[in-house]
């Protein structure tokens, strides 16, 4: 496999790996509340959903790819616990249920009566199915289910903003769109979920390079493929807020899990619906693949020291995703949500300092530094929760 495909496969597997149950959602809805302000709400998701965790995945990188190093700055039980907290937000306690029921609700609009912890079961099943062999975990969400989901938004965002009206005139204000799609951004994880994917693209890139090459040609193709797949996002992005706001007359009763099935029959019809649905289940299956297998590897590698087995660590991941996913999208998203809010600027400042220290290296107190503002930050932010 030539240097270029290997770039462009890690890049569509990054993209998929992102793009999963928030980022099928949220775009959406901030275009539905923005209306005729969508442009400056593009332009604040576009910072929080595409900048910021490009910020991290460049951090994570500085690290080759390694995130114990990268929190490890923090401090031994600090990384080990943040790293741990952060893992289960974006793994079986957060993200991947919440891919289950936006996957879920796209059908559930078609199917009203198909029952949840039916399609869970059969979604965690898959998932099973899918991250048992660890090797072909890149390859499958790059080759296979990113060609396919990636198709079917592109025809759907093609279509939409065609036959799509102008939106109305009596949304948000500019200010106030660009603010609520800034914050609105947290809800993705995707600065979260970039300290981890690195490490999978990373070692998926290193794989495919031979030992005598130049160390540099790591760092440039894992850039290489982090811009594929942040231009993908940010393309997919300007689309799905556009459609949110121009089909926003459509959409006042729809639940925010079934939006984009919901566009797709005003946009292609009642019997595309089926099919929107699946790309969308696609859509947070790859997400899931890649979450589940970061989580199952921890539980491995870090918590049990190898001596758990991997298929039982499979099984218990999947086993609590089960049991989250029956909580629905709306309880997860609140929940969510407030927890995000306090850590998401901490974590940001984290990803900034390391950068800085990496690109311009300094004496000794850029690791105190570093702690100071990470841990200032979150104070300050949990301050603010609390008494704001």
Same mark, same amino acid.
């Given at each position: 496999m030539t240097h270029y495909k290997t770039i462009l496969t890690a890049g569509f597997a990054m993209f998929s790996m992102f793009f999963g149950s928030g980022n099928l959602v949220f775009p959406l809805l901030i275009g539905k509340e923005a209306l005729h302000q969508y442009p400056m709400a593009i332009l604040g998701l576009l910072i929080t959903a595409v900048l910021v965790p490009f910020l991290g995945l460049?951090?994570?990188?500085?690290?080759?790819?390694?995130?114990?190093?990268?929190?490890?700055?923090?401090?031994?039980?600090?990384?080990?616990?943040?790293?741990?907290?952060?893992l289960m937000l974006i793994g079986p306690f957060g993200v991947v *249920?919440?891919?289950?029921?936006?996957?879920?609700? &796209?059908?559930? #609009? +078609?199917?009203?009566? =198909?029952?949840?912890?039916s399609f869970s079961l059969l979604f965690c099943l898959t998932i099973v199915g899918l991250i048992w062999s660890k090797n072909r975990v890149v390859d499958i969400i790059g080759l296979v289910l990113t060609p396919f989901k990636l198709g079917g938004i592109v025809i759907l965002i093609l279509f939409g903003l065609w036959y799509g009206g102008e939106p109305i005139e009596n949304g948000m204000s500019a200010g106030a769109s660009f603010k609520n799609a800034f914050f609105t951004g947290y809800q993705m994880f995707d600065l979260m979920a970039a300290f981890f994917f690195s490490s999978t693209i990373v070692y998926y890139l290193r794989n495919h390079l031979s030992e005598d090459?130049? *160390?540099?040609?790591?760092?440039?193709?894992?850039? &290489?493929?982090? #811009? +594929?797949?942040?231009? =993908?996002?940010?393309l997919v992005y300007v689309g799905f807020v556009a459609l949110g706001a121009k089909y926003a007359p459509h959409l006042q009763d729809t639940n925010p899990e079934q939006l984009l099935v919901a566009i797709g029959g005003h946009t292609l019809g009642y019997f595309?619906?089926?099919?929107?649905?699946?790309?969308?289940?696609?859509?947070?299956?790859?997400?899931?693949?890649?979450?589940?297998?970061?989580?199952?590897?921890?539980?491995?590698?870090?918590?049990?020291?190898?001596?758990?087995?991997?298929?039982?660590?499979?099984?218990?991941?999947?086993?609590?995703?089960?049991?989250?996913?029956?909580?629905?999208?709306?309880?997860?998203?609140?929940?969510?949500?407030?927890?995000l809010d306090v850590a998401y600027p901490a974590l940001i400042a984290l990803a900034t300092m390391n950068v800085v220290d990496r690109a311009m290296p300094t004496n000794g107190n850029a690791l105190i530094h570093t702690r100071w503002v990470f841990w200032g930050t979150l104070g300050i932010t949990a301050g603010l929760k609390i008494w704001g």
């Open positions: 460049i951090s994570i990188i500085l690290f080759d790819g390694n995130y114990r190093a990268y929190f490890g700055r923090l401090g031994k039980i600090p990384a080990f616990l943040l790293i741990a907290i952060i *249920p919440r891919c289950i029921t936006v996957a879920y609700g &796209g059908f559930n #609009l +078609i199917y009203p009566n =198909l029952a949840i912890a090459e130049d *160390p540099k040609t790591l760092v440039r193709m894992s850039i &290489g493929a982090s #811009l +594929i797949g942040a231009l =993908l996002l940010s595309a619906k089926p099919v929107i649905a699946i790309v969308l289940a696609v859509g947070c299956l790859a997400t899931a693949v890649i979450l589940s297998t970061l989580f199952t590897d921890f539980l491995v590698q870090d918590v049990s020291k190898d001596r758990l087995k991997r298929p039982y660590a499979i099984l218990i991941t999947m086993l609590v995703t089960f049991i989250v996913s029956l909580l629905g999208f709306s309880k997860l998203m609140t929940i969510l949500g407030t927890i």
